[in-house]
């Protein structure tokens, strides 16, 4: 489709819309420590745990249960029953909360709070639409994978997600007052293709290509800017992809639109390093108007087993980007919601948070000895199965280790990758400080 066609495509679809992861404890058996909060009424409603815990039951008044959330939750209702809320968790499922757990979330709760960037991804496996829907208000901006470059400079809109999608997201962003940064990506057969990049980069025409075409799709989108997210470039390509994204901001800022950047963790500058060696932060700050550190996977699936973002890790990252010419402001701190499970040799699977707890509840149930650990040192949680396989996750209480971080070091605020796999506890603290 040429750039013509879909923008045309866009702006009618534009026209049409109008506005642009259960434990196992007990129980709590005191009431909550704030005030009990009348359920709303009315499906359709988001509502917010307001106890502890709160456990979801398979019916009113029922001893079995489906899950438990923590403070600050939120889920949809789908109906009520009395003093009894139906609900709908992240993973489709429905089961009630007692009315005395949850309330009505609070109006304006970004105001004076640090930057929340959401990826908004749409998949076969995990769509981020959940949790983008009730968790709306409490981010500042979201970034949906919206557009696959290919080594010419031509657009495609992202393999999983449709246009009429990617415009109910970008609706509902403009509902809720969001920023939007369409995000441009090399990823091709199921990885990020080093060959597209390098042919991009290495071709003025393409790069100018490219650059006109991002410029047309955020003005036709009505978006605050492009998000950048070139991975796996060659470490020979690192002066073309800094004139690249200088190039880039120019056309983008002439028109009163952003650029920002999703950057490889690294701790010192390697520039012959496979992953992270393209990037030249010092040469790359100035032209970013928001820079997106990528502080996970620390380890990785086809690695060892191990942190997926220690917090020391994590910390010597931040303090190499401020270093190297960064402003705290514009840094925007990566945060994981998912987990790895690593079998005893190959390449680990992706687990939601929700998936990561279900696994546990599963394998506590076959071996009485499984057990949830905590790593003093890295700050994160882990526990061990079966004949070898050890799974690594993020969870509510390490994301506060590295928003600590954030704030330590005045960062401008975090971007979550990705909606739908977080731990939904964790969303109390994401705007919390």
Same mark, same amino acid.
């Given at each position: ?6 923008? #045309? ?23 909550? /420590?704030?005030?009990?909060?009348? !359920?709303? !009424? ?14 979801? %039951?398979?019916?009113? $008044? ?10 600050? /939750? %939120?889920?949809?209702?789908? @109906? ?37 960037? $959401? ?24 970034? =949906? ?8 400079? %031509? ?22 007052? #969001? ?59 690192? =002066? ?30 390697? =520039?012959?390093? !496979? ?59 990566? #945060? ?21 707890? !279900? ?6 149930? %076959?071996? =009485? ?16 199965? @079966? ?10 209480? /390490? ?25 939904? @506890?964790?969303?109390? #603290?994401?705007?919390?400080?």
């Amino acid at each position: 489709m040429s750039t013509n066609t879909l923008s #045309l495509a866009i702006i009618g679809l534009l026209a049409l819309g109008g506005l642009l992861g259960g434990g196992r404890a007990a129980p709590p058996a005191v009431p909550p /420590s704030s005030p009990p909060v009348e !359920a709303p !009424a009315g499906e359709g409603n988001v509502v917010e745990v307001r106890s502890d815990q709160a456990w979801v %039951r398979e019916a009113p $008044g029922s001893t079995e249960k489906l899950a438990v959330l923590s403070r600050g /939750s %939120r889920v949809t209702q789908v @109906g009520q029953a009395g003093r009894w809320v139906q609900v709908q968790l992240p993973d489709g499922r429905e089961g009630w909360l007692s009315g005395m757990m949850v309330g009505v979330p609070s109006l304006n709760e970004r105001e004076g709070r640090r930057e929340v960037w $959401g990826y908004y991804v749409e998949g076969p496996s995990l769509s981020s639409w959940s949790s983008f829907e009730v968790n709306a208000d409490r981010l500042s901006a979201v970034v =949906p994978w919206s557009f696959t470059v290919d080594g010419q400079g %031509r657009l495609a809109v992202a393999d999983g997600l449709s246009e009429a999608e990617l415009a109910r997201v970008l609706q509902r962003a403009g509902a809720t007052g #969001l920023g939007t940064h369409l995000l441009v990506q090399n990823y091709r057969n199921g990885r990020f293709d080093d060959q597209i990049v390098h042919d991009l980069l290495r071709d003025p025409q393409a790069r100018e290509r490219a650059a006109e075409a991002m410029v047309a799709q955020a003005k036709a989108w009505g978006a605050q800017g492009i998000h950048l997210d070139l991975e796996n470039v060659p470490p020979l390509d690192r =002066p073309f992809l800094t004139a690249f994204v200088a190039e880039l901001s120019q056309s983008l800022r002439g028109q009163g639109l952003e650029l920002s950047m999703a950057l490889p963790a690294k701790t010192e500058d390697r =520039p012959s390093h !496979a992953w992270s060696g393209a990037f030249d932060y010092p040469a790359l700050a100035p032209n970013l108007d928001r820079a997106v550190l990528m502080t996970y996977d620390q380890h990785h699936r086809t690695g060892s087993p191990g942190p997926i973002a220690s917090a020391p890790w994590v910390e010597e990252v931040v303090q190499y980007a401020l270093s190297a010419g960064f402003a705290p402001d514009k840094v925007l701190l990566g #945060l994981a919601g998912y987990g790895y499970d690593w079998p005893r040799a190959g390449t680990a699977r992706v687990l939601t948070h929700a998936q990561v707890l !279900a696994l546990l509840d599963e394998e506590r149930r %076959r071996s =009485p000895g499984v057990s949830l650990h905590w790593d003093s040192s890295a700050k994160t949680p882990y526990f061990a199965y @079966g004949s070898g396989n050890q799974v690594w996750f993020e969870d509510q209480q /390490s994301l506060g280790y590295k928003l600590r971080i954030a704030d330590r070091y005045g960062l401008g605020g975090v971007a979550l990758w990705r909606l739908g796999q977080e731990d939904a @506890g964790s969303w109390s #603290l994401l705007t919390g400080g």
